[in-house]
T-cell receptor
Framework: DAKTTQPTSMDCAEGRAANLPCNHS???????VYWYRQIHSQGPQYIIH???NNETNEMASLIITEDRKSSTLILPHATLRDTAVYYC??????????????FGTGTRLTIIP | KAGVTQTPRYLIKTRGQQVTLSCSPI?????VSWYQQTPGQGLQFLFE???????NKGNFPGRFSGRQFSNSRSEMNVSTLELGDSALYLC?????????????FGSGTRLTVV
């Protein structure tokens, strides 16, 4: 699986949009971009994933650049409950025998009241 | 529907003992993965089971083992515990390996080895 690079930490004011960048310059054509977050002392929570098109769900939006070498997770109206470590993961799918998620160090997002 | 259930939530063991952790996946999910999380190493993949077969294994010593039952519930066992095995052990379930629908994690079992 391709390696990802994320900033170590970020702050965002409550109510504003939080934009979390991720670089994955070695991503392969069959690798998806996944985002998970981990709130303190809980298990990681799946947020969103995408291949090459932008994606949106009830939690967030995922913007993937045309060359797929980077992406941005957007939390449109951040709340204090969004304070967490956010992990960007690239992973091929439908590969029996390669199902693991490789977590990096993630971005520690702090929402400021 | 019920989420991924891990038991026990907390556990304290003595060095040299063995421990068994349990994971019940979401109903209908047949794949179960295990991860270890420590402050120094972060989240690391242990192994994944599907249809009672181990499909993939991480880089951990043989003291770490697991199994999956016919109802998809899974257990992991650590023998001859070491202080360094103190960690949060997380279980994740999905419909099947390779699915791109994401994994659902449990809240974990926090193991402390003294």
């Amino acid at each position: 699986d391709a390696k990802t690079t994320q900033p170590t930490s970020m702050d965002c004011a409550e109510g504003r949009a939080a934009n979390l960048p991720c670089n994955h310059s070695t991503i392969s054509g069959n690798e998806y971009v996944y985002w998970y977050r981990q709130i303190h002392s809980q298990g990681p929570q799946y947020i969103i994933h995408g291949l090459k098109n932008n994606e949106t769900n009830e939690m967030a939006s995922l913007i993937i650049t045309e060359d797929r070498k980077s992406s941005t997770l957007i939390l449109p109206h951040a709340t204090l409950r969004d304070t967490a470590v956010y992990y960007c993961i690239v992973r091929a799918t439908s590969n029996f025998g390669n199902e693991k998620l490789t977590f990096g160090t993630g971005t520690r997002l702090t929402i400021i009241p | 529907k019920a989420g991924v259930t891990q038991t026990p939530r907390y556990l304290i063991k003595t060095r040299g003992q063995q421990v068994t952790l349990s994971c019940s996946p979401i109903s209908g999910h047949r794949s179960v993965s295990w991860y270890q999380q420590t402050p120094g190493q972060g989240l690391q993949f242990l192994f994944e089971y599907f249809s009672e077969t181990q499909r993939n294994k991480g880089n951990f010593p043989g003291r770490f083992s697991g199994r999956q039952f016919s109802n998809s519930r899974s257990e992991m066992n650590v023998s001859t515990l070491e202080l360094g095995d103190s960690a949060l052990y997380l279980c994740a379930s999905s419909l099947q390996p390779g699915t791109h629908y994401g994994y659902t994690f449990g809240s974990g079992t926090r193991l402390t080895v003294v």
